[in-house]
């Protein structure tokens, strides 16, 4: 599935009819939200149907954003043989479908961190993809806001300082075959064309990550397709199931064609 710019999304919510308008703060409501939600997923997975579910996905969330800018969000997969692929959606950022992040057979999908903008008290879905081609979701509700405007940094040319620049965190002392787990951390301003240039007082132009490959040797852990929500300085926790050799090997573009590469040593196994 392929995630809508920035622009498209301003141009559907501009033409959608005046009764989808919904104010996105506080005083939404319940109604005001399923009518917004209705709206995306109708772009974004057409007329498939998404079962609601307890346990296929869980969505972890902090009620009240400490940070806006840096929300954390967990995605819980018990039955995780049967997911193919995830998507997150803040219902009401700008641009809502914030990633969908495709699994491959290195995968070991149970459970999967990241860091978010969010820009108003919104409704956050997780929707789980089957290997069968089904559709189950969850929601959860955050009180934040501001997350998608605040700056990054006093300046453009500090912000993007050492941009591209990736370190890897393992756990330790993972046995042969089990799922070992990863924490993935890229050096990149994530603009979103909201933010202001505290110098100039001009919005800086979005330059954002958009695609993001993991693989362990010859086989892929995933692949991640994002927009303006991921955060500054994505931070992805993942696992993974260490088979055969070679070191984990990620692949990073942003939307002005920016490109970055590099491998990381897996720790020592044990028996």
């Excluded at 969850?138 to 300082?161: L, R, W």
Aim: proline share 7%.
């Amino acid at each position: 599935m392929k995630i809508l710019p920035l622009v498209l999304w301003v141009a559907l919510i501009g033409a959608a009819p005046a009764q989808k308008l919904v104010a996105a703060d506080s005083a939404t409501t319940d109604d005001d939200r399923a009518v917004r939600w209705k709206t995306i997923a109708e772009s974004v997975f057409g007329d498939r149907k998404i079962e609601p579910t307890e346990t296929l996905i869980r969505l972890d969330a902090p009620q009240r954003a400490q940070d806006a800018a840096l929300m954390p969000v967990t995605l819980i997969m018990p039955e995780k043989d049967k997911i193919k692929s995830v998507y997150l959606v803040i219902d009401d950022n700008p641009s809502p479908l914030a990633a969908h992040l495709t699994f491959g057979p290195a995968a070991d999908p149970g459970l999967l961190q990241l860091r978010v903008r969010v820009d108003t008290y919104t409704n956050v879905h997780a929707v789980a993809e089957t290997r069968d081609g089904r559709l189950f979701g969850t929601v959860v509700f955050v009180k934040a806001s501001g997350g998608c405007s605040a700056p990054v940094a006093s300046t453009d040319e500090e912000a993007m300082k050492g941009m591209g620049e990736m370190r890897m965190k393992f756990t330790q002392g993972a046995a042969p075959g089990k799922p070992i787990q990863a924490t993935l951390m890229i050096r990149h301003p994530n603009f979103n064309g909201m933010q202001m240039n505290q110098l100039t007082r001009n919005y800086t132009p979005p330059r954002y990550v958009d695609k993001l490959s993991v693989s362990y040797g010859d086989s892929k852990i995933f692949d991640l397709d994002a927009d303006i929500s991921l955060s500054t300085n994505p931070v992805i926790t993942f696992s993974f199931v260490p088979a055969g050799q070679g070191p984990v090997k990620v692949v990073a573009s942003d939307t002005m064609n920016g490109r970055w590469e590099q491998s990381f040593d897996m720790p020592a196994t044990t028996n």
